[in-house]
């Protein structure tokens, strides 16, 4: 017995592959570059940066956290595409639901990745003394640490037969640095 019609069921599985299809790639990147943050805050906190590799440390943070704000870009402007949407009901009300958590996720990164930078720049500037320094990489790492929880966030969301959701808990504003 043969249909012309598709199950929601198979348009959905189309809606989640492409949607695994582009948030993998970006939270590996995400990864990538929050892993090279982390490990020189793990060297300064080992007490293995001198002067020169500390200069290094900032640079290469600041790199890696130019590079995220790239990715956040790239990130709210994805968008489900019609293609993929045309047969589902409710479409609107989950490219509403993706837009409003995308939303929120890119502000908490975003105060996660402008910590980091403003600290960057304050040592571009001379402003940090060597304790200063170690609390600057104190909160690098904590911000750093948070944005790999907000990923986690991104890599839970799922989308069911006709709905968006997440498949953990929200992060409160302690988490910020």
Known sequence: MSSNTI?????????????NEF???LCGEFRFALNNILCWTHLLRLGRLDHSTTVQ???VIEHNAKHQS????KLLDWRLTSEVTSQLPNVDD???QFEEFKSALCVDIRFALNSILCWTYLFHLGRLDKSTILQAFEVIEHNAKHQNQ????LLN??????????????LSNKDWK
Request: aromatic residues 10%; hydrophobic residues 35%.
């Open 94 to 96: 989950i490219n509403q």
């Open 150 to 153: 907000l990923i986690d966030q």
């Open 157 to 170: 969301w799922r989308l069911t037969q006709n709905d968006l959701y997440p498949t953990s808990n929200k």
């Open 7 to 19: 199950s929601p069921k198979i348009q959905t599985d189309s809606l989640v592959e492409r949607f």
């Open 23 to 25: 948030k993998s790639p």
């Open 70 to 73: 790239l990715l956040l870009d």
């Open 57 to 59: 440390a900032f640079e």
